[in-house]
Nanobody, 121 residues
Framework: QVQLVESGGGLVQPGGSLTLTCTAE????????MSWYRQAPGKERELVAT????????IEDSVKGRFSISKPYNVENKMFLQMTNLKPEDAGVYFC??????????????WGQGTQVTVSS
């Protein structure tokens, strides 16, 4: 089983910045993709950004130009979501997700517990 731990959420004023971190353990899994989702109160969970094992990224239109997703160099079990120019509509719980593989489990989907992002003055 994979455990995903998110950190970096908090309260920020509109226009501010936050960086979220997700760490996946154990690190010997093969993490095909790592993604950030978010869920605002009363709304469905939505995809925000994805990074593949080789570093290809996709960013949803709603945050394009303001958010970026990245991984540390040569580290496969960690990723970041850099969020800038935050807006009130960016608030919600941000979840880390991975599609991870081992020979004895095959490919499975895993979710973190989420980290709260609040954007308010």
């Amino acid at each position: 089983q994979v455990q995903l731990v998110e950190s970096g959420g908090g309260l920020v004023q509109p226009g501010g910045s936050l960086t979220l971190t997700c760490t996946a353990e154990p690190s010997y899994f093969t993490f095909h993709t790592m993604s950030w989702y978010r869920q605002a109160p009363g709304k469905e969970r939505e995809l925000v950004a994805t990074i593949t094992r080789r570093g290809d990224t996709t960013i949803e239109d709603s945050v394009k130009g303001r958010f970026s997703i990245s991984k540390p160099y040569n580290v496969e079990n960690k990723m970041f979501l850099q969020m800038t120019n935050l807006k009130p509509e960016d608030a919600g719980v941000y979840f880390c997700h991975t599609s991870a593989y081992t020979t004895w489990l095959g490919t499975r989907q895993y979710w973190g517990q989420g980290t709260q992002v609040t954007v308010s003055s």
